[in-house]
T-cell receptor, first 112, second 112 residues
Framework: DTEVTQTPKHLVMGMTNKKSLKCEQH?????MYWYKQKAKKPPELMFV???????INESVPSRFSPECPNSSLLNLHLHALQPEDSALYLC???????????FGPGTRLTVT | GESVGLHLPTLSVQEGDNSIINCAYS??????FIWYKQESGKGPQFIID?????DKRQGQRVTVLLNKTVKHLSLQIAATQPGDSAVYFC???????????FGAGTRLFVKA
């Protein structure tokens, strides 16, 4: 199984809502990532978890809160987002540091 | 700051021709480079990678060349097919092995 799954596929939320994005992989990978991708732009790294511990936070605003409940799951909790946070949010995993990343299809987020 | 860039934002080739997509990177300390393909509505898909101790790597119909002297990376696709139409990103990973920076991307159009 070389698949990374993400739910939901689409999400529309107001600026006062709280929602969560979910990501799952069953490849036994020990590193998991969150990226943000705006239209016609490259993915931008947000967070990296290694062995279920947060390794990298790319100065992401606190309205984005990552969580790694176990080695297969990665969540991104959203609260009080801004319209400019509307984007495609991609989850990825890799065997460990320094290996190729496998990406999920993303969650298309619209903040109204 | 660190950046990974591309020389051509779009590339149009005839089916059956070879394609070459170029990329410049700025961090001479980066030691792992990856090419990803992203089709519309999907997450990036790993194509091929190369580590800094190599200058060439071949896969099925694809070849990656790394020139560390001028900090240049290229992806060669042989006998380009319509299914190769997508956006191609080069990506650079730091020595820590987690922080991945994507280039701006090149859209490849394959004309039948």
């Amino acid at each position: 199984d070389t698949e990374v799954t993400q739910t939901p596929k689409h999400l529309v939320m107001g600026m006062t809502n709280k929602k969560s994005l979910k990501c799952e992989q069953h490849m036994g990978h020990r590193a998991m990532y969150w990226y943000k991708q705006k239209a016609k732009k490259p993915p931008e790294l947000m967070f990296v978890y290694s062995y279920e511990k947060l390794s990298i936070n790319e100065s992401v605003p606190s309205r984005f809160s990552p969580e790694c409940p176990n080695s297969s799951l990665l969540n991104l909790h959203l609260h009080a987002l801004q319209p400019e946070d509307s984007a495609l949010y991609l989850c990825a995993s890799s065997q460990d540091r320094g290996y190729e990343q496998y990406f999920g299809p993303g969650t298309r987020l619209t903040v109204t | 700051g660190e950046s990974v860039g591309l020389h051509l934002p779009t590339l149009s080739v005839q089916e059956g021709d070879n394609s070459i997509i170029n990329c410049a990177y700025s961090n001479s300390a980066s030691d792992y480079f990856i090419w990803y393909k992203q089709e519309s509505g999907k997450g990036p898909q790993f194509i091929i990678d190369i580590r800094s101790n190599m200058d060439k790597r071949q896969g099925q119909r694809v070849t990656v060349l790394l020139n560390k002297t001028v900090k240049h990376l290229s992806l060669q696709i042989a006998a380009t097919q319509p299914g190769d139409s997508a956006v191609y990103f080069c990506a650079e990973t730091d020595t820590g092995g987690f922080k991945t920076i994507f280039g701006a991307g090149t859209r490849l159009f394959v004309k039948a």
